[in-house]
């Protein structure tokens, strides 16, 4: 599938990829409509570009599968595919255009290979353009990472994964950059921009390959840990904001900063997403209280009976004053 292959490109890659392969398949269009009127007015067709043995090599949209093949992470699958399906409809325009060219019949079936191979070229080049439009709508441009419409996608099966299986937990934490309005203030919203990427960085670069986390709003992160009970993720998150407060970003010989606090909670199967999420706010918010740069977790058992997102955002806060466990930094 070309999900598996690609799954290393971001969106900037899909942009590329979607606007690449949309001027390639232009030119090949172009290509077609001549053959098609060169076949109905029988006018011979004599460039290079339409019977060369290597034509293929050097129409636009071969120079720019040639270009991306020596990328490895393109050299499989699909790409393959395609390559295979271009070079076969060059083949098999290149026999129809001979014989228009000596003058003789066209052959049935040598024009209906043609056109059906047309079609699957296209079918199969369409495929992946609309993947890569699709792909591109699921990062955020600034941070490169998953946006909060894709990642609430991973929520669901996250959900419905707990549902199927009563042993199985996943837990979420909602991190959110302390002070940021003040680096916007002080030093501008690129700087602030660039924090925000150098944050996705350390947190993308800091979980399991089957975490996620993803840009959820402004300069808020949600994380999603499968298959991990509170505590262990806790830990985890804990070492991620300690990581954050160790990796200043370097800009123009200045240091700056840059710390977060984190709100840790299990994906809770006896209410609705929006409440797990939610209780990950609330966690994330007691943080901030606490001092910024700290990581409160909450017990989605500590809160039973408050299942509905109503319920959780009016009375949750009090009980988590009761229930909720904070990992703070030692402060002098
Ligand atoms: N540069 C930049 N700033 C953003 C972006 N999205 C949101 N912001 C800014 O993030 C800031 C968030 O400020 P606040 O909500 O007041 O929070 P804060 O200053 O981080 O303070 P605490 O969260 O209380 O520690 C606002 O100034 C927003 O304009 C973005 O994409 N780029």
Known sequence: MIENQLESLHHDDFEQLATDIKQSLEAHRYWMQTITTALVTRQPIVESQFIAVDAHLHC????WLTKILADELFQQGSFLKIEQYHKQLHDSARTVINQLNQHREINIDDFERFMRQQKEFFDMVMMLFEFSVFNKQQFD????????????????????????????HCCIAMADIDHFKEVNDLWGHD???????????????????????????????????????LQQAGSVVDRIRTK???SPL???????????????????????IKGSVKRADI???????????????????????????????????????????LVAPERN
């Open 283 to 325: 966690a994330m918010y007691a943080a901030k209280e606490s001092g910024r740069n700290c990581t409160v977790t909450i017990d989605s058992q500590s809160v039973n009976g408050q299942t509905s997102y109503e319920h959780l955002n009016n009375e949750i806060t009090e009980l988590m004053r009761q229930h909720c466990h």
């Open 191 to 229: 700087v602030g921009d660039l924090l925000l990427s150098h944050t996705a960085k350390i947190f993308n670069d800091a979980i399991r390959r089957h975490d996620t986390v993803s840009r959820y709003g402004g300069e808020e992160f949600l994380f999603i840990f499968p298959d991990m009970q």
């Open 60 to 63: 636009c949209f071969g120079r």
């Open 250 to 272: 370097s800009h123009h010989g200045n240091r700056l900063g840059v710390t977060a606090s984190f709100g840790v909670t299990q994906l809770c199967r006896h209410c609705d």
């Open 141 to 168: 441009p600034t941070t490169r990472l998953m946006n909060r419409r894709s990642v609430d996608s991973v929520l669901a099966n996250e959900f419905s994964r707990m549902q199927r299986a009563d042993d199985y």
């Open 244 to 246: 954050l407060a160790e």
